[in-house]
Structure formats: C-alpha cells, structure tokens
C-alpha cells in the first residue's frame, strides 16, 4: 500500500483552512431547512399562501436539491469539483437573495427551486473535496467529524436562527442572512480550495444518462413529499412513483450500453459505499423523525417557541461537537468502525425510546435532555465511521459521483422516512380521535407510534451492518488508500 506523502506546513494550513470553507457551506445548506420552516406561519400570512400551497416554500427546495445531487457530483468530477463548488455558492446566495425579495407565492416558490440546485452542486463534492484533500487516515477521521458535527449542528441552530430573525427582524432575513455568509465562502474557497482540472469532456457528455437519472430522482422525491398531501395511494403519488422507477430502469439500461456513461456502474460495485449508505439510510430515517416529530411535540403539546425549541435540542448539538473533537475518531482507531457505529445507532435507539415516554407535563430534565443526548451519542459516533466506509474504496476520479450517491441515498432516506412515521402518526391520532380521545392525547400517542417506528427501522440498520459491514471491513476506514492512488478496483480494470 502507499504511504499518503507528509503535507508541508504551508500545505497544511491551506488544506484545514479549506475544510473550514467546505463546512460553512455544508452549515448554510443544513441552516437553510430548519431556519425556513420556523418562518413559514409569518411566510403564509405576508405572502397569502394557502395551506397546501405553503409546503411548497419547502418542497421546491427539496426535489431540485434531492434530483441533482447525483449529476452535480459527477460534473464535480468532470469539470473539477472546486468550479462545481463555487458554482453552487454563487447560485445558492443569488437565489437567497431572490427569497427573501420575493414579492409574491411564485417568485418565492421558484426562489426556492433555485436555491436547490445551488444547494446540490456545494453538497455533492464536498465529501469528495474532503476525501481527496485528506489522504491520511487520521487527519481524513478529523475532517469527517467536523463535517458530521456541522451536517448535524446545522438543524438545532436553524430553530434558534430561525426564531430569533423572525420575531425580532422579519422572515425575510431567514434567507437574508445568506448573503455575507455566501460571499465569504465564495471568497476564501477560491482562495483556498485547491484547483482540480477533472476528467474533462473529451470523451463527450452522457446528456442521455443526466436527463433520465435526474427525471426519475425529481420524481421519485415528488411523489414522497406530495404523499403527505394527498395519501400513498393518490393518482399524483402512485403516477409519479411509477415514472420513477420507468425511468430510473432506462437509466440504468443507458448506463449499462454506452461507452462513457455519466454513472459507471463499477461504482455500485463497491460493496462499501454501497452497503454503507443502506445502513445511514436507516439510521437517517430515525433521526429526522425524531427531529420533525419532537419539534412539534414540544410545539404543539409543550407549547414551547421556536427559541426554546431549538435550545432544547442543544443536548444532541454538543455532544455532536463533543465527540468531534477526535473522540470518535480514536474509538474507531481502537475498536474498528463497525464497533461504534453500531454502539451509536443503539444508542440512537434508547433516545428513541426514551421519546416515546414523553407525556403532556413531561420535564425537560431528565427524560428529554437524556433522549436528545442519547440520539447525540449516536449519531456522533454512527456517522463518521459509515461516511469513512462508504468512501473508503472510490477511486479519487468518481470521489463525486461517489458523494452524490452518499448525500441523495440520506436526502431520499430521511424524505421517504418523515413521509411514513408522519403518516403513521397522523392515522393513528386520527384514529383515536374519531373514537372519541382527547385532542392532545391522541397527538401525543401518534407521536410515540412514530417514535417506537424510527427505533425499529434503526434497528433494523443495525441488523443490517453486522450483515453487510464484513468483519474484515473493521478497520478498512483507518487504512486508506491515499487520493489519487490505486484501489483494488483500478488494479481490477487495468488487469482486465
């Protein structure tokens, strides 16, 4: 195996500098979904949204940040991820500012489907900067803690952004304060983020392949965000769902014919990033049920604002930080990835648990502090070694299309899941209610419905790491091979 070589000071300024870029923007993006859902009440009484059309301030940011993630990492790869990165800033900050001058529904509405597509071209080569930017396998741990702890932060300080700029500025500064943030991540990242040509479009672009993948991804996120709306067996969910999968059928087939396919499909041959991604799916899909269900229990049945919302979650955002710190990144060194990955996801399930205990005059102390600190254990000490595993074995030319695949697999875990313990806890205080309960006990008791449902897809994530995750793989994510050297599938493609 090569030794990755010794950065030289200067190089290792530049390249932790660098990662302090790539994590602001990967918090912009996370910020961005919280801080905009606290806003919505004052949203819909300036602009005069009706009720179904006030999900779309959310759900335009969703599809086209969900359907593009796949192409934008493979441009990354074509065209070099830092033009692709920039690119997607500029984008991103330009539509916040049309966000927040939105004088009506549709200028609002396309504001918001332009902020996604700004959002998936930073998102989707941000792991991949990472990865070829930190060869050495404890300084790649270190950077991978900082970006879970930012990717995780990002969702409790966007309730106490959110808040806070609503109530004593207006909601148009939920989207104005992107703007210096934008700039100065645009600035220093092409200042510090080193240049990379890509592979170029000498061999020409697969614009088949790009239209059909992302067509079906756009329609596969539809279908699961309109399901809240109009029911899993609605004419717009089942339609959309089936086109979905026709076309992502095609692709696959397209993919499978031609010579230089936007998606090679070697990539789904690595059994890391692959089988790694299924288990962070789970493991996602208990998490924003937890962070979307436990925001409106202390809402609705609490009564909490929006402030004391976001503070209570702040158990799970520092012990994020907390373990950050090179914490996790010396269990998995001790005890190997699959070890504490699977110790977190357990104790993401206890936190779970512990949720669904939760009762009208429950105090904040213990049962909730406990359970936002447990879920925090968890996914501090889940995330880092599942990213490290799934990229572990892409070859540094696919680092972005192997991104996309990690960031869409989470987009479209954690909308499929909020769609189904929403809908399950929605049937069941429906239920209750219709047999006469009362109001705020039936909510409470959907809520613990959808709860015990996130511990058991969690659990089932564990059940599937242990299946997956080979034994021999526990320490794969400590020897890394250096960016740019040859992984056993080069070797594999240059023998045949």
Known sequence: MQLAPTPSPQSERRRWAALIVVCLAQLMIVLDVTIVNVALPAIQRDLHFSQADLTWVVNAFLVTFG??????????????????FLGGVVTFTVASLLCGLAPSEGALIAARFLQGVGAAAQASVILAIIVTEFAEPAARARAMSAYVFVSVAGGSLGLLAGGLLTEVLSWHWVFFVNLPIGAATFALGRALIRADRGLGFAQGVDWLGAVLVTTSLM????AIVEVTTHGWTSPEVLGAGSLAALLMAAFVAVEARIEHPIMPLRILRLRGLVNASLVRGLLVTGMYSTFFLGTLYLEHVRHYTALETGAAFLPWTLTV?????????????????LRVLTAGMASAVAGLLLFSTVGPHTSFFPTIFLACFAIGLGIGNAFMPLLTLAMADVPAADAGLGSGITNVAQQISGALGLAIFSTIAANH????????????????????????????????????AFALLRPGDRRRGLRLAPAGAPTNLDLEREAA
Do not use: C, N
């Open 67 to 84: 359907s593009l993630l796949l192409l934008a990492g493979r441009l990354g790869d074509l065209a070099g991820r830092k033009r692709v």
């Open 219 to 222: 329609s596969a996120i539809y």
């Open 321 to 337: 930080a907390v373990l950050s710190q090179g914490i996790t990144a010396r269990l998995v060194e001790r005890f190997g990835p």
């Open 429 to 464: 205080t429906q239920g209750l209610i219709a047999d006469g309960h009362e109001l705020t006990a039936s909510l409470i008791s959907g809520y613990h419905v959808a709860f015990l449902a996130g511990a058991v897809a969690i659990t089932a994530g564990i059940a599937l």
